[in-house]
């Protein structure tokens, strides 16, 4: 099974050197597809990934909407064993899979399940922001006779020395944990903030109370609010939680006025708290 390494940053933070290094000077562009249109992943045909082993997807304009999708598209068609390539008039076919995804965004592109197993964030830093210096420093660098096989050379012992070196489950960097809390739901959203930051730990929640509550935080923030019904089935079935009066203490914290149900165990009912932790 193959990673989605997935690079987020503020524009100017130097994450594209390296991957633009990868693609003309380490493995070479006949190996490397680079692009900005979601549709090579969300689209139908994608015969321009036949034969590649690094796939570059930079700064997609994806919408909110979009996100699940992409997440899907990108494990069903490029984390799996078996690829599917299917080219515009032609049948399509099988291959076996070796293209490694990298992501690069300045934006969020994607929406990661909380078990996610495929995605691997890592912390990038600001430290070097607008130090042109350097980065020019580090550009001739690359440009030196040798360095790119010294640099595929320094990669290959690393994967000599671990060769049974298993990435899963992906470690929760810093930059992993922000990226779930900044996708969540607009529902799990309005509980983050008005019940969970806040720490206002509710014990009495009417379910008209909280409905109310979340409709005016939705028109503040000018979304569309879902139906009572829909509310209480989405809690359902995400956190197997039934709205009610009631209250649930776990770890000596108070979850606000919630029912859970079905919960087998101490560990899934942590694992479903966890959910909002910060």
Not at 3 to 32: A, E, M, P
Not at 88 to 114: D, W
Not at 194 to 217: A, G, M, W
Request: net charge positive; hydrophobic share 35%; aromatic share 12%.
């Amino acid at each position: 099974m193959y990673s989605i390494l997935y690079l987020k940053s503020g524009q100017g933070w130097g994450k594209s050197i390296i991957t633009d290094f990868i693609q003309r000077s380490v493995l070479g562009t006949q190996l490397v597809y680079k692009t900005s249109d979601p549709q090579t992943i969300l689209g139908s045909f994608n015969g321009q990934l036949q034969g590649k082993v690094l796939l570059l997807l930079k700064e997609m304009p994806t919408e909110k909407s979009q996100w699940n999708n992409m997440y899907r598209s990108l494990k069903d068609k490029v984390t799996g064993d078996i690829m599917e390539i299917h080219e515009k008039y032609k049948t399509p076919t099988h291959y076996k899979n070796f293209i490694s995804t990298i992501v690069l965004t300045n934006e969020n592109a994607l929406r990661v399940e909380n078990d996610d197993r495929r995605t691997v964030f890592l912390d990038v830093s600001p430290s070097r922001k607008g130090d042109l210096n350097y980065f020019k420093k580090l550009g001739d660098a690359m440009k030196y006779p040798g360095a790119s096989e010294a640099f595929y050379a320094y990669l290959r012992a690393i994967a000599d020395a671990y060769p049974d070196f298993n990435g899963n489950p992906p470690p929760m960097t810093t930059s992993k944990q922000d990226h779930i809390i900044s996708t969540l739901p607009p529902l799990f959203q309005f509980i983050k903030d008005t019940y969970l930051i806040v720490k206002n730990h509710i014990t009495d929640l009417p379910v008209q109370e909280f409905y109310r509550v979340y409709t005016s935080y939705c028109e503040t923030h000018c979304i569309s609010p879902l139906s009572k019904i829909n509310a209480s089935r989405i809690l359902s079935n995400e956190l197997k939680l039934r709205m009610g009066i009631f209250f649930c203490e776990w770890a000596n914290k108070v979850f606000i006025g919630f029912l859970f149900t079905g919960v087998d165990s101490t560990k899934e009912l942590g694992n479903a708290y966890n959910t909002f932790i910060i």
